[in-house]
C-alpha cells in the first residue's frame, strides 16, 4: 500500500465519537422525539427575516466506494506509521431522483463517466498519482480545494449572519468567508489569487447561490488546486457555483458546478450532503502539530 495514500487516509478519517472533546450539551430549542433525538425531518429554521438557516455543525452523510488503495485494508492492520482507518459510516439520506451525481472524495469523476479532462489536466493528474499524491494539500496541512473541504469526513461549522457566512472546517483548520453584503466579485484574473478565493452569495427563493473565483490554481504551486484525493487539478481560470439548500432540518444538500475551460471540456455539476451533527461541537484540529508525513514518506 502506498504510504502517501494510507496517511490520507488517516488524516482523511474522523469518527463522530472522535469529534467531541466538549462534554455532550444538549442544545436547547432543537425539535426533538420523544427520546430526546433531534428530529431531523423537522422543518428548517428560518432567520428573522425569513430566509432559510444554514447554521449548525455538518458532516458528510455521502459514503464513497471503497477505492481501489484500500482493498483490503481494514482498521486492525499496522497499528503503527501504516495504520489506516477508513470514512466512517454515516447516517444517509434517501437516494434523490433529482440529485447530480454524487461527488466522491477519492476521485470526483467517479460518478462522472462524461467527465472529459484536458491534456494538460489529465497529464498532471497522471503525474501527481505517480508520485501516491504526496502533494495532496490534505496530507500537507495545507487549504485544500472547495470539493475537498465539503466532502471531508471530519465535520465544518457554518456561522450565518446577514452580511457573511463563515465556514469552519475542522480540517486543518479551514476557514471561509461567503460574503453576502451585495458586494460584486472581483474580476477574474486581477486580483492576488487565494488559497479559498472570493467568495460572494446571494438567495434564489430558498437556495443561497456562492460564486467563487481567483482561486490559486494547479499554477501556483504542487499542491494547489485539487478537487480530490487523486489530484484531479483545477487551474486559475476556475470558478466554483455551489447551490446550498436546507431541505429539511438535519439535511444540507450542496450542488457544485465547476467552470474551467483550462482543465475541463465542459462545466460540470456534483452533489454533496450534508448531516446535521446535533448536540456535538468541531475538535480543535491543529494539523501541523507534530506533522510527521513529510518523514514517513522519505522513510518508505
Known amino acids: 500500500m502506498k504510504a502517501a495514500i494510507i496517511l490520507i487516509a488517516i488524516a482523511a478519517a474522523c469518527t463522530v465519537s472522535l469529534s467531541a472533546q466538549w462534554p455532550k450539551y444538549v442544545e436547547p430549542g432543537l425539535p426533538r422525539d420523544n427520546q430526546g433525538q433531534v428530529r431531523m425531518d423537522a422543518a428548517s429554521p428560518r432567520t428573522p427575516d425569513g430566509k432559510p438557516d ?4 455538518w458532516v458528510r452523510a455521502d459514503r464513497d466506494p471503497r477505492p481501489a488503495e484500500l482493498a483490503g485494508i481494514t482498521t486492525e492492520q499496522g497499528r503503527g506509521s501504516r ?3 477508513v470514512e466512517p459510516q454515516v447516517q444517509g439520506f434517501a437516494a434523490d431522483p433529482n440529485s447530480p451525481p454524487l461527488a466522491t472524495f477519492w476521485d470526483i469523476g467517479t ?3 462524461g467527465l472529459v479532462l484536458t491534456p494538460w489536466a489529465d497529464d498532471l493528474k497522471k503525474k501527481r498519482m505517480a ?3 504526496r502533494e495532496n494539500p490534505d496530507a500537507n496541512c495545507l487549504p485544500m480545494g472547495i470539493t475537498q473541504f465539503h466532502m471531508q469526513p471530519q465535520p465544518r461549522k457554518i456561522v450565518q449572519t446577514p452580511n457573511l457566512i463563515v465556514i469552519l472546517y475542522e480540517a486543518n483548520y479551514g476557514t471561509r468567508y461567503i460574503y453576502t453584503d ?6 477574474q484574473g486581477e486580483p492576488q489569487p487565494w488559497w479559498y478565493g472570493y467568495s460572494v452569495g446571494r438567495w434564489e427563493g430558498d437556495t443561497l447561490v456562492v460564486e467563487t473565483n481567483n482561486l490559486r490554481g494547479a499554477e501556483s504551486g504542487p499542491s494547489d488546486g485539487w478537487l ?4 484531479t487539478p483545477y487551474s486559475d481560470q476556475a470558478t466554483f457555483v455551489e447551490r446550498f439548500r436546507r431541505p ?5 444538500e450542496i450542488n457544485v458546478t465547476v467552470t474551467d475551460p483550462k482543465s475541463f471540456a465542459k462545466p460540470f455539476t456534483v452533489r454533496i450532503n450534508q448531516r446535521l451533527l446535533a448536540d456535538e461541537e468541531p475538535i480543535e484540529a491543529v494539523c501541523n502539530e507534530n506533522q510527521q508525513f513529510r518523514v514517513r ?3 518508505d
Not at 182 to 187: A, E, F, S, T, V
Not at 228 to 231: A, F, H, K, S
Not at 248 to 252: A, D, E, I, N, S
Open 131 to 133: 508520485i501516491d499524491s
Open 248 to 252: 429539511v432540518f438535519g439535511k444540507l
Open 297 to 299: 514518506i522519505k522513510i
Open 182 to 187: 451585495g458586494r460584486k466579485l472581483p474580476p
Open 54 to 57: 444554514l447554521t449548525g455543525d
Open 228 to 231: 480530490d484525493v487523486r489530484g
Open 111 to 113: 460518478n462522472l463517466p
Open 83 to 85: 495504520a489506516v482507518v
